[in-house]
Structures are given as structure tokens and as C-alpha cells.
């Protein structure tokens, strides 16, 4: 019998074993949202469970689309991140023109801390038609202003990287109707009782994605065959 030098293939067992801690990294990110810490926040208004409103913020897809996917996100929740990848580089494309994804804001901030940051960049930045733009910006290269003291310079440059107006970004950043609209987005949160991000739901029924990203696209093509 051929002696197997340990020493010899403990490169190769190094590797193997990295590579399968970073496949269940992702997996078990894919599995569970952020939970959230005490979510509801005093400065959000009290709303209704209402599931038509679930549809009440920026889009991709028909507006009129038979099955409507939407995602309660945080921009610094790492799960988050992974699902961004996932929703872009997957389910989009899959469903391009049979469903419509909206993306609403419902930052933690009690973990997060620049996550309602974050999500004024987003918001400000939608209202001058790049909302998608900085969208992808933010998850894309989270680990560059996560843990940053401020990162409202980081955003700014993201914002002249997208083309829109400096100025009338820093004045949207700061407004009142930028916040208002995040905090009545994380407010309809509130309502459903989210456990955490992210959170989905098609056509007004939250999916379970404790089992794995598999779950939304068992939930769409149920909603597509009805």
C-alpha cells in the first residue's frame, strides 16, 4: 500500500478546506436574514399591514407585471449583499419582462450604522433617475464604506461617478422628503413584523428563505402559473 504523506498534500488540504469555508459562507448567508435589533424606531410613522403598498417604491420590470418580488433591504446587512448578487445575477435575468422587483429601505441602525445613510444616497439619487445606479454601487462595494466613521464622502463620490448633480444630491441627501421616505417604507416594515434582512415577499406573501434561496424561485413560479 502506497504511504500518503500528509505534509506533501497538506497545500492542497489547506485549499480544499478554504474553499468550502467560503461556499458555506455564502450559503448560510443565502439562508438567513440580519436579524434585527429592536427594528422599530420612534421617528417612523404607525401604518397598516397593507400589502398593496408593498409595491410603493423604485422598480425594475412592468409596472403591471403579473407577479410583483419585493425585497425589504438594508444596504450594510451582509445577507443583503450576498442576495443582491444573487437577485442580479440570477432571478432578474430569469424573469426579465414576467415580474417586477421593488426594493424598499428598512435599515437597522441599531447594528447598522451607516445604513440610514446609505439609504438617503439611494433615495437622493432616485430623484434624479439613478436610483438603480446607486443601488448596485451600495451593495457592490459595501466593505468599502461599512465601517467608515462618515461615509457621506464616500457616497458623494459614488455620486459623481453616476453622473447626477453633486449639489442637488447633497441637498436631496439631507431632506426631509428623502427621510420621510424611508422611514414610511421601514414603517410598513414595522407592520408585517419583519425578523430581519432581507425580507421578501411575492405578491403580498412573505417567503420563508430559511431554506435557502430556492425558496423565491419556488414562490415566483408559483405566482406565475396561477
Not at 461556499?23 to 420612534?42: D, H, M, Q, T, W
Not at 447633497?170 to 422628503?177: E, G, L, T, V, Y
Amino acid at each position: 500500500m502506497k504511504k500518503i504523506s500528509l505534509k506533501k498534500n497538506l497545500p492542497k488540504i489547506i485549499i480544499i478546506a478554504a474553499i468550502v469555508a467560503v461556499v458555506g459562507f455564502v450559503v448560510y448567508a443565502l439562508s438567513r436574514p440580519e436579524n434585527s435589533v429592536n427594528p422599530i424606531n420612534n421617528n417612523r410613522p404607525k401604518v397598516e399591514a397593507d400589502a398593496t403598498k408593498l409595491d410603493d417604491g423604485n422598480f425594475l420590470g412592468p409596472e403591471n407585471a403579473k407577479v410583483t418580488l419585493t425585497e425589504f433591504g438594508d444596504y450594510q446587512c451582509p445577507a443583503c449583499g450576498q442576495y443582491h448578487k444573487f437577485l442580479k445575477e440570477s432571478i432578474l435575468p430569469k424573469y426579465d419582462g414576467r415580474i417586477k422587483f421593488v426594493f424598499l429601505n428598512y435599515p437597522l441602525p441599531q447594528i447598522h450604522d451607516n445604513a440610514q445613510a446609505a439609504a438617503q444616497a439611494a433615495e437622493a439619487a432616485a430623484l434624479q433617475g439613478k436610483f438603480w445606479q446607486m443601488h448596485d454601487i451600495l451593495y457592490e462595494r459595501q466593505k468599502d464604506w461599512e465601517n467608515l466613521k462618515d461615509p457621506r464622502s464616500k457616497f458623494e463620490s459614488y455620486a459623481k461617478e453616476i453622473g447626477i448633480n453633486l449639489d442637488q444630491y447633497k441637498q436631496d441627501f439631507a431632506s426631509q422628503k428623502v427621510i420621510d421616505i424611508i422611514n414610511n417604507q421601514a414603517a410598513l416594515g414595522d407592520a408585517f413584523k419583519l425578523e430581519g434582512t432581507p425580507s421578501f415577499f411575492v405578491n403580498g406573501v412573505q417567503v420563508d428563505t430559511k431554506g435557502g434561496s430556492s425558496s423565491i424561485e419556488q414562490a415566483i413560479e408559483k405566482a406565475l402559473s396561477q
